[in-house]
C-alpha cells in the first residue's frame, strides 16, 4: 500500500494549483474506487458554502470567511481521505497533461522574411 508522503503534487503558482486541485477533487469524484460516504464531505462542504443561512458566525462582514474556510478544509480533507494509491494515479495523469501543456508552449527565436509575389 502507498505511504501518504508518496503524494506529491507538483509546485506551481497559486492559481495553476488551484486549478489541479479542482480537477483532482473532479476526478476523484468520478473515480469508483472512492467510497461513497467520502465523496459526501465535498459536496457537503459546497452544500455548506450555498446554504443561505450563516449557521456558525452570525457577524456581519464574516460571513465569507467561514464559508472559505469549511470549504477550503473540506476539499483538503477529502484528499486526505482518498486512498494514496488512487490519488497518486490522479496526481501523475494532471502532472503529466500540465508538463505536456508547458512544452507545447515554447518560445522559438527566429528571423522571418518578407517573400514577395511577383506579377505576372
Known amino acids: 500500500m502507498a505511504d501518504k ?14 486549478v489541479l486541485r479542482s480537477k483532482l477533487i473532479l476526478r476523484l469524484l468520478g473515480d469508483k ?21 450563516d449557521l456558525i458566525m452570525g457577524i456581519p462582514g464574516l460571513d465569507a470567511v467561514d464559508d472559505i474556510g469549511v470549504f477550503s478544509f473540506g476539499m ?12 497518486n494515479e490522479h496526481v501523475k495523469a494532471l ?7 508547458d512544452q507545447s508552449g515554447e518560445v ?3 528571423e522571418s522574411v518578407e ?4 506579377k505576372e
Open 115 to 118: 517573400v514577395k509575389k511577383d
Open 5 to 18: 508522503k508518496d503524494i506529491v503534487i507538483p509546485p506551481q503558482g497559486m492559481w495553476r494549483g488551484l
Open 76 to 87: 483538503y480533507f477529502f484528499i486526505e481521505m482518498c486512498p494514496p494509491e488512487v490519488v
Open 33 to 53: 474506487r472512492v467510497s461513497p460516504w467520502l465523496k459526501m464531505i465535498p459536496i457537503g462542504a459546497l452544500a455548506y458554502v450555498v446554504w443561505p443561512f
Open 108 to 110: 522559438v527565436d527566429a
Open 95 to 101: 502532472s503529466a497533461n500540465t508538463s505536456a501543456a
